[in-house]
Every structure is written in structure tokens, then in C-alpha cells.
């Protein structure tokens, strides 16, 4: 049977004059988005610009709700009652679903962002309430989450769970390794991660050792400097070696 895989981008996250990334260029290298919901990045003209560009890209389009953290574009830690993050990620489903449903497209999955997609891997509390809230409002819904404990507790509380890896961040002893400034990464390299989590199910940590994941999709990043680049790099590595590229199903 022929090996498919789903390459998710982080996008939209351009916030009033502030630009970050360059999504036209890099959101047609990839079969399915997370956009920004205006907590970490992102507002609502950005959110239906990107809409309209995953549109015409042809690519799936999900939620991608976080702290409520824009100075530091989500990616600081914070204590939230698992049932008022669970709130919070409703409303901001809800504000991306508005738009998108005007530009005649719905979504198909959610994907926590940065801290608030790390305390979901470590707080089952957190992961269960998030997993029950996306149910309640759509179970056909994916949520996308980091393969481990918190996944499956999410999977459990009735949400219907895409577990992911990361080929463009790296992995430690604690899990994934979550940048405060994004850096510019070897298209090639990230493409040949990307092939053996596909083929092998394994990635590389930091220290060499080897760890087993079995996924159905996998995150690249938009804000870096050359995110275009390994986007399309990846995929046409991923399409060479025989690994199709589409949404999740």
C-alpha cells in the first residue's frame, strides 16, 4: 500500500503591521494549515487572508489556538485551569470557523500552539479537557497533538487524535525542544527527517539516540527566514521517494 503523510504548516500568525513569514510562498508547499486565532499571533483580516490563500492553495485549514500570550507569541508557559483553556480554545475555534465559513471553507483540524501544544503533551488534566472540547463541538474534527501520553488522553476523552512529529525542531530527553527565535534550517536535512519518520518511524534526539514514533502527520514551520524553501524541498523529497502528500483523512 502506498505511503501518505499529511505535512501541517503553522501560518497566519502576522499581527496588524507586523509581518512574520511569507505565506504565499510557503502554504502551497504543504496539504493542510494551522492559523493563528489572534492569542499568539495572528487577527481577524490576517486570519481570512490566510483562509483565502490555503483556498486557492487547495490545502486543509484547522484551528491553531494558544495561551493567551502575544508578547511572547505563545511560546511562554502559563497556568490555566484545564476548563478555562478549554473555553479559551472554543472561542478561538469559533472565531476562525466564522471566517472561514464565509469564504465557503470548514475546517478539519486543531492544533494547539507552542506551551499550550507542550502542557497538553505533559497535563493530562489539560489534554483531556481540550480533547473533550473539540469533540463537543465537532468529533470529526482532528486534534492534532504531539504522539505520547497526552495524545492518547485526549483520544480517550473523545476527541479524534492526529498524532504528529516535528521535522524541522529538534527533540531532547524532554520531549520536543520549542524555540523562542525561530533559525534557519538545511532544507535537506529536514527533508531526510521527514522521509525517515515516514519509512522507518524513527527521528534523531540531539544526542544521537534514536526514538520510535508512529504518526500521520508532520510540522513545518512558516516563520522561519527559509521556511519556503524547506517546505518545498520536503515535499518534493517526500514525492521522489514514493510518499504522497495529503490532508489528513
Known sequence: MALTIDIN???????????LGDDASFLPHVSSVNIAC???GGDPSTMRQTVRIAKAAGIAIGAHPAFPDLMGFGRRMMTIAPEEMADATLFQIGALAAIAKTEGMTLSHVKPHGA?????????ALSKAIG????SYDPS????????PGADAAEAAGARVAREAFIDLDYDDGGLVIERVPTPRDPSVVAQRAVRAVKEGKLSRLDGSDM?????TLCLHGD???????????KETLLAKGIAVAPLK
Open 116 to 124: 499550550f501544544y507542550k502542557a497538553c503533551s505533559i497535563d493530562m
Open 212 to 216: 520510535d514514533l508512529a504518526v500521520s
Open 9 to 19: 504548516g503553522d501560518a497566519g500568525e502576522s499581527y496588524g503591521r507586523w509581518t
Open 132 to 135: 473533550a472540547a473539540v469533540a
Open 38 to 40: 489572534g492569542y499568539h
Open 141 to 148: 474534527l482532528f486534534l492534532v497533538l504531539l504522539a505520547g
Open 224 to 234: 522561519r527566514s527559509n521556511s519556503a524553501d524547506v517546505a518545498r524541498v520536503v
